[in-house]
């Protein structure tokens, strides 16, 4: 999403740099607009290099791009923190004297604002006014709490927390979503089949793949279960900056089994993106194995078939479920890809198979994929490339494509 955060000239500006954090790591495109009373509390370069876009405060810079309303025009969502009294006045006002006052007047996006000031300003009868006409306008206010003021006093006046703030922004946004109210359980990562205390066998399945759809289906206005096995390095940070998003891990396909089982109880959609051992050690020895390998240099490993997790599923699932499965294939050729894919897809029972191609330098760690979506019909749906947040939003499309085609 687009998201501009406005920051007007209160100390609870240092505050507002956890916000644009926030937002940054669950994925959107944040562009903050201080006034020129906010950079005396936080500098540009602090905003520039948070928010990873470059920051103007005035109405004059980048005159050829129409900066002054294209903020407003792009914006999906504008958020105002801290909005001071001074700030929530011209704003009822509709002064448009700088930067962030033409942006608020350009915009038809929603607009969240998190008051801060002291109480006694807070109180007056014109600031009270003065949020009443913004909230008569649709403007949705966030706080202002009840807590410790800068000056040592207590009262209401405090800016709300920036977890806070940003859950209520998104969840505005996310009301109107063609996900909302909706319960989703996404798997993600690559289980891990133990052998020994130390060792076990794994795949090379990074799980961003899987947390890229459990994001979008938040920001589309879902409840997100994400069940992750094992991911590389910050791949859960998006998910776990989403308030919509609840992310419990697991290792074992075993594990994933039990977690998925119970949460798919309530779900409307289960979209199986972990790449799930076909095979587990048959029994795990409780010690270090050592290296008494056989005269002929061998040792052997008895393997032993994982339940079909996904099959399990389908054979138990809920009236109005809609089911999704992955199917990780290394085959170059389209068209042999594709049969592949239509033969699991029916094998598997699955509302939508989302066929991903794999190989030593694709799919697997990499930023980028290409999805081939099958429907029930075994219709290829979307032939998604580019992100792997891009891909994701191509899947949700087709998911909610195949629910009202019932
Ligand atoms: O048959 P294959 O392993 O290619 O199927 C992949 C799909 O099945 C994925 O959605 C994966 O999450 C799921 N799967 C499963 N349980 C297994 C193996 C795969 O649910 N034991």
Request: hydrophobic letters at 45%.
């Amino acid at each position: 999403m687009f998201i501009v955060v406005g920051v007007t000239g209160g100390i609870a500006a240092y505050k507002s740099v956890q916000i644009v954090r926030l937002l940054v790591l669950a994925g959107h495109d944040v562009h903050v607009i201080p006034t020129d009373d906010a950079l005396r509390f936080v500098g540009l370069t602090t905003w520039e290099a948070i928010s990873r876009n470059p920051v103007t405060t005035s109405v004059h810079d980048d005159v050829p791009t129409v900066r002054h309303v294209a903020l407003g025009q792009s914006a999906d969502l504008v958020i105002v923190a801290p909005a001071t009294a001074d700030f929530l006045a011209k704003q009822a006002a509709g002064l448009a004297g700088d930067l962030l006052g033409t942006t608020l007047l350009a915009t038809t996006a929603p607009v969240v604002v998190a008051p801060a000031m002291h109480t006694e300003m807070w109180n007056h009868p014109a600031t009270q006014h003065n949020t009443g006409v913004l909230r008569e306008r649709g403007v949705h206010v966030v706080g202002p709490a009840d807590g410790a003021l800068t000056g040592g006093d207590s009262g209401p006046g405090r800016m709300s927390e920036p977890e806070q703030i940003v859950a209520a922004a998104l969840a505005v946004v996310d009301a109107a979503g063609d996900l909302a109210g909706m319960r989703v359980v996404v798997t993600a990562g690559g289980t891990r089949e133990p052998i020994d205390p130390v060792r076990y066998l794994g795949n090379r399945s990074s799980g961003r793949q899987g947390v890229a759809v459990a994001v979008s289906a938040a920001q589309r206005g879902a409840e997100v279960d994400l069940i992750a096995a094992h991911t590389e390095g910050d791949a859960l940070e998006g998910a776990r900056a989403h308030p919509r998003v609840r992310v419990s891990q697991v290792s074992s396909a075993e594990d994933l089994q039990a977690a998925v089982s119970a949460a798919a109880e309530a779900a409307d959609v289960v979209v199986m993106a972990a790449a799930v051992a076909d095979y587990r050690v048959d029994a795990v020895s409780e010690h270090k194995l050592t290296k008494d390998t056989s005269p002929d240099g061998t040792r052997t490993l008895t393997l032993v078939e994982n339940p079909d997790i996904l099959a399990g599923l389908v054979a138990s699932r809920r009236g109005g479920q809609t089911i999704v499965g992955f199917a990780a294939e290394t085959e170059p050729d389209r068209a042999t890809l594709l049969e592949r894919g239509r033969a699991k897809r029916r094998r598997k029972g699955v509302d939508l198979l989302a066929v991903n191609t794999v190989g030593w330098t694709r799919g697997f760690e990499t930023a980028e994929n290409t999805l081939y979506l099958l429907n029930a019909a075994d219709d290829v749906v979307a032939e998604a490339s580019g992100t792997k947040h891009s891909v994701a939003d191509a899947l949700w499309d087709a998911v909610v494509a195949a629910r009202s085609a019932r």
